[in-house]
Structure formats: C-alpha cells, structure tokens
C-alpha cells in the first residue's frame, strides 16, 4: 500500500484531482481542508504547518495498516512538509506560477523530487495515468469501452484529441484501422499505422487495443 501525496500551490487543481484518483484505486482520501477542520488548526506558521503535515502523515498511516492506498491532497510548500509527510509517491500539481494566498506564494518550494508531474487542467485524464503508474491496468472485455474506426493515415492531432475524450469516459478504447492501403493516397499498412498510434499511445498501455478491420 502506498501513500499518495498530491500537492502545489492553493487552486492549481490538487482537489479535483485527488477527487477522480481516488475511486480508481480505491484510496482512503485525506483533504488537507478538512482534516484541519476537524482538528479546528487554522494555523499557517511554519509550526503550524508542520504539524498539519505530520497531522496529515499519521492518519495516512493508519489507513495504510488497513491495507489501504492513501490519497493526501495539500499544499505541501517546502521540503520539510514534505519530508514530514514522507510519502512514497509525489504527484506535483504543476498547472499555475501563482496560488491563492502571498504568504505560501512566498515559501513555496518546487520539489526536487517527485513521481508525476500534471501541468494542465485535464484531472480525469490526469488521474487514469497515474492510477496506472501505482496499479497497472489490464484490459477487461466486460468493462465499458469505446470504439473509435478509421483509416488513420496518418494518426494525427485530432485524432488524439478525439482519443483522449473518449477514454476520459469509458477508460478502454478500441482504435479499428479500415484495411485500405493503396487506395488513393493511403500509404500505410496496418503494421506502420498500429505502430504510429502505439507509439502516439504508449502511456496508455493496456488501456488500448488497436485490431485491423476489412473495408469493403
């Protein structure tokens, strides 16, 4: 079991994240705001900070000995929140220069060491990706998925948009490449066109299946 910190600067997107990964390896999920709530520690000192982050790191640790993922989400500024934290995993939230609040913009410290960098605003992506990272997805004929059919010569911009909206809401895609090489201006056989979007796709993995189907 693993625990998971998401952090960055106050608005850059760590909840919203946290709130898809979560489901997707089922993660107990830990709220920075609420976990202070709770503890009613609005304290932003240095202190204070710290003892949010060790406040953080025990509760992570006890679902941990449940046998649990833990999926922490705050803002962690420096190396010593973080190191207090001690996570095994970093997801830095990268996708503004600027939070909500000058003081934290002030003693905000990039990390020197993390595991996923997200740098858009694009969490149900975001979030399959490094559910993949910590669980490796296999491809499952029940599940829901999407089919995507066409020629595909070559796999290009749009092509990946299209992919990248269909499996945001199914999490498999099937890509059916039409077998029409030599017609017209179609230049690529079914191996260099499977090649192209496996190597476009290769952070998906299993998440993709690409078969060859006859065009009549």
Known sequence: MKKILIMGLSGAGKTYLAERLVPKINAVWLNADKVRKEANDWDFSDDGRKRQAKRMRDLAQKAISEGKYVVADFICPTEKTRNEFAADYVVWVDT???????DTNKIFEPPKKFNFRVQTKNADLWSLLIADKLIPYKWDNKKPTA????RWQPWHKGHQTLFEEKIKKTGQVNIQVRDVKGREDNTFDFD??????????????????ISLVNSL
């Open 96 to 102: 503004i220069k600027s939070g909500r609040y000058e």
């Open 192 to 209: 260099t066109v499977k090649k192209n979007i496996q190597a476009a796709l290769k952070e998906y993995g299993e998440r993709v299946k």
């Open 147 to 150: 089919q995507m059919l066409g």
